[in-house]
């Protein structure tokens, strides 16, 4: 009898991008769910050709714009980032500082001392015009800002009573407008004047 016998099948490892040409390790391909083979059509290197091509069209810059790595240490200084709402200026050295205390340090003509604060009057933290800025101590900035608060808490209770009774009024000319209605629907007569 002559039976069939079954090799193992290869594994492949390997695979031809379309793009390029080149066949390459599956390790240099993209991963793709949708795939049947859960690996990517093109290599990783055509994959990124192709996004930039797109985000390049997207912004409005010529296809052949050259591409320049990020790296940290190239950053200008001077450059602006915002953290937790506030503008921050690259000093140099790796060095950030808030741009509201650097406005105010520049104003009063000294260093600001490790307990004083600037506060935006405004509230708005991007704001850093001089005539937006106050320089508090620790203390007194936190009592201004539990002093807002407590304003605030107060002008809110004052809205929700006024609404309150607003309500109250209204229900009152509701029922007098009800009760009027109803005192014009009764005839009047003479006879009853007289009587």
Sequence with gaps: MNQLT????????????????????LTQFGRDKSAK?????????????IARK?????????????????????????????????VFINCGNGEWKAEHRLIMEKYLKRPLQ?????????????DNQLDNLFVF?????????????????KTQWQLKWLNIE???????????RTQNKQLSQIP???DMAAG
């Design 166 to 176: 607003l309500q109250r009024v209204n229900r009152e000319l509701k029922r007098q």
């Design 6 to 25: 079954l090799w193992p099948k290869p594994a492949i490892n390997k695979k031809k991008c379309p793009r390029c040409g080149q066949v390459k390790t």
């Design 54 to 86: 797109y985000y390049l069209r997207k912004i409005g810059k010529p296809e052949d714009t050259p591409y320049k790595p990020y790296n940290p240490e190239n950053r200008r200084k001077g450059a602006k980032r915002i953290d937790e709402g506030y």
């Design 37 to 49: 083979s859960g690996i990517g059509f093109y290599c990783l290197d055509c994959d990124r050709a």
């Design 114 to 126: 490790p307990g004083e604060q600037v506060h935006h009057i405004n509230g708005v933290k991007t």
């Design 137 to 153: 101590n620790r203390r007194d900035h936190s009592t201004g800002h539990m002093k807002t608060k407590l304003e605030l808490a």
């Design 188 to 190: 009047f007569t003479g």
